[in-house]
């Protein structure tokens, strides 16, 4: 076994700043795998703009070229919101050690995920920096340059570089849908 790590989120549409994150966590952690895990629904909200589904075909469109990234379908095959620690149980077993990765933006509800202190207990826990959020210490930090968010290139999708293995698909779909909402 080997150590690896879980990238999880909407990805609602996937962006650079998510390929940035995958890319500095294959230089600066020490793991053989990361595993990118849409979210049928985030458990945090009530409804996604694309349906997951298309945000599954899109990342595994995006990481097909690399041997690294494993985009799983496991939340998505769920059809309903799964938390954190269950995905985290799900791949217990591949990895002798496991790291999480999330935005420094998740950081201030973090304690109010499910069953938080199991998952602190199971995980080494990696932050991405964003929006200049101070990372406390105790955490594996990974400095993000990228200042982009979902949210915002659903508002504004034809002035964000898209992934270019899916920008026509993406910028087609939030523009005849007119997900423009948060």
């Known amino acids: 076994m080997c150590n690896v790590a879980i990238f999880g989120g909407s990805f609602d549409p996937p962006h650079s700043g998510h390929i940035a994150i995958v890319e500095e966590a294959l230089k ?3 793991i053989c795998q990361i595993i990118v895990v849409p979210a049928f ?8 703009h694309a349906p997951a589904q298309m945000r599954l075909a899109w990342l595994q469109k995006i990481f097909a070229d690399e041997p690294r990234v494993l985009v799983s379908d496991f ?3 769920q059809q309903r919101q799964v938390s954190t620690i269950e995905t985290v149980e799900h791949f217990a077993g591949a990895a002798d050690t ?7 933006d998740n950081l201030a509800s973090l304690r109010k995920w499910h069953r938080f202190e199991a998952l602190d207990q199971r995980v080494t826990w990696v932050v991405a920096s ?5 990372i406390p210490e105790g955490y ?7 200042s ?5 290139v659903r508002k504004a999708v034809e002035h964000y570089p898209l992934p270019e293995a899916v920008a026509s698909e993406i910028a087609t779909y939030y523009k005849e849908n007119n997900a423009s909402a948060n």
């Open 98 to 104: 496991m790291y999480l990765i999330i935005g420094a």
């Open 75 to 77: 939340e998505v095959c």
């Open 41 to 48: 629904l985030n458990p945090f909200k009530t409804s996604s």
């Open 140 to 146: 594996v930090q990974l400095d993000i340059a990228e």
């Open 130 to 134: 964003r929006d200049n959020i101070k």
């Open 148 to 152: 982009v968010s979902s949210t915002l």
């Open 28 to 30: 600066r952690l020490d």
